[in-house]
Nanobody, 119 residues
Framework: QAPLVESGGGLVQPGGSLRLSCAAS???????????MRWYRQAPGKERELVAS????????SYADSVKGRFSISRDNAKNMVNLQMSSLKVEDTAVYYC?????????WGQGTQVTVSS
């Protein structure tokens, strides 16, 4: 099984909300070498963009300027999941969203989930 699997993508109207989830398997968030949990996105014809980051301890959280105040990253240690709550979605949020977990000397990527914001 892939170490990271995203879900929750779909089609939503502008102004709507979606909640993306990333389920981790084969490791837990207590892994001593884990450093960061991140969400990236990549729109067609554009480079991959960092959207949100959370440190292992959860004390450091940051967002891209384009999503500040609209997106929120969170984690569920019991379920071994990291989530991205997205609200007030805009057409320009349309992209494939990827979950990433960074370790001391490696990282894992999910396969991505498509988010399409359109009326």
């Amino acid at each position: 099984q892939a170490p990271l699997v995203e879900s929750g993508g779909g089609l939503v109207q502008p102004g709507g909300s979606l909640r993306l989830s990333c389920a981790a398997s084969g490791f837990t968030f207590r892994n001593i070498n884990m450093r960061w949990m991140r969400w990236y996105r990549q729109a067609p014809g554009k480079e991959r963009e960092l959207v949100a980051s959370m440190s292992k301890t959860g004390d450091k959280i940051s967002y891209a300027d384009s999503v500040k105040g609209r997106f929120s990253i969170s984690r569920d240690n019991a379920k071994n999941m990291v989530n991205l709550q997205m609200s007030s979605l805009k057409v320009e949020d349309t992209a494939v969203y990827y979950c990433n977990v960074e370790f001391l000397d490696s990282d894992y990527w999910g396969q991505g989930t498509q988010v399409t914001v359109s009326s």
